[in-house]
């Protein structure tokens, strides 16, 4: 009975935190869950753990706060670098009219040309 109690609280925990934050946080929450209910299990009910288990514990832990810390960014960093990387881009300029005349202009002006010639 205790076992199915404990069990469902676990599971209102994991829904909770599936409401407040994104699935991300989500997986490294219940990550750290099973490596507190492990601990606990050594330290309450006195199994023992080999020095590699006691790494692996470890490992598992240091994982957790290094991708907790430095892991995905948050959203106002991610904003703030597409804003910067947009405001970087060069804008295309414009060409002048004065420099580039339409093609009809250019036959008209030629054909002025000849027919001024021929007068």
């Keep these: 009975m205790i076992l199915a109690f404990s069990g469902a609280c676990g599971q209102l925990v994991v829904y909770l ?4 934050f994104d699935g991300y946080y989500v997986a490294i929450i219940t990550t750290t869950r099973k490596i507190f209910s ?3 299990s050594v330290l309450w009910f006195g199994h ?3 020095n590699v288990q ?3 514990a470890s490992l598992v832990m240091i994982s957790a706060f290094l991708e907790l810390n430095f892991g995905k960014p948050k959203k106002e960093e991610v904003k703030a670098h597409h804003d910067e ?3 970087k881009k060069p804008k295309k300029q414009k060409v002048k009219e004065a ?3 339409p ?3 250019k036959v008209k002006a030629h054909h002025d040309e000849e027919a001024n010639k021929l007068d």
């Design 17 to 20: 935190a599936l409401s407040l």
């Design 38 to 40: 492990v601990l606990f």
């Design 48 to 50: 023992a753990f080999s």
């Design 54 to 56: 006691w790494f692996g």
């Design 85 to 87: 990387e947009a405001n």
């Design 99 to 101: 420099n580039k005349k």
């Design 103 to 105: 093609k009809k202009q």
